[in-house]
């Protein structure tokens, strides 16, 4: 009869109070440092094209109101050609 050695091949670690503190911390560290300024302003132009068109007094808008006065995107004044 053969007699097998029964040994688990992996060892377990217990994990400690504080690596538990620690990871908490850097989670807490990492959340709370997302409340921060945007990256990008709404004040800054969005792109070259924007900054060429205000150097040039000819702003387009952004958004108009609907007929129920929400804000929508203002494409048809922006993607008219201009003359």
């Known amino acids: 009869m053969l007699?097998?050695?029964?040994?688990?091949s992996v060892?377990?670690?217990?994990i400690t109070?504080?690596?538990?503190v620690g990871v908490i911390a850097?989670?807490?560290v990492f959340i709370v440092s997302g409340c921060q300024k945007p990256l990008f302003p709404e004040k800054n132009p969005r792109s070259q094209?924007?900054?060429?068109?205000s150097?040039?007094?000819q702003?387009?808008?952004?958004?108009?109101?609907?007929?129920f006065g929400n804000p929508q995107p203002a494409l048809r004044a922006r993607l008219t050609p201009q003359t």
């Open 3 to 8: 007699a097998f050695h029964t040994t688990p």
């Open 49 to 53: 094209f924007e900054t060429y068109d």
């Open 11 to 14: 060892t377990h670690h217990r």
């Open 55 to 57: 150097l040039r007094q």
């Open 17 to 20: 109070p504080p690596l538990v």
């Open 26 to 28: 850097a989670l807490t």
């Open 59 to 67: 702003n387009q808008q952004l958004v108009v109101p609907d007929e």
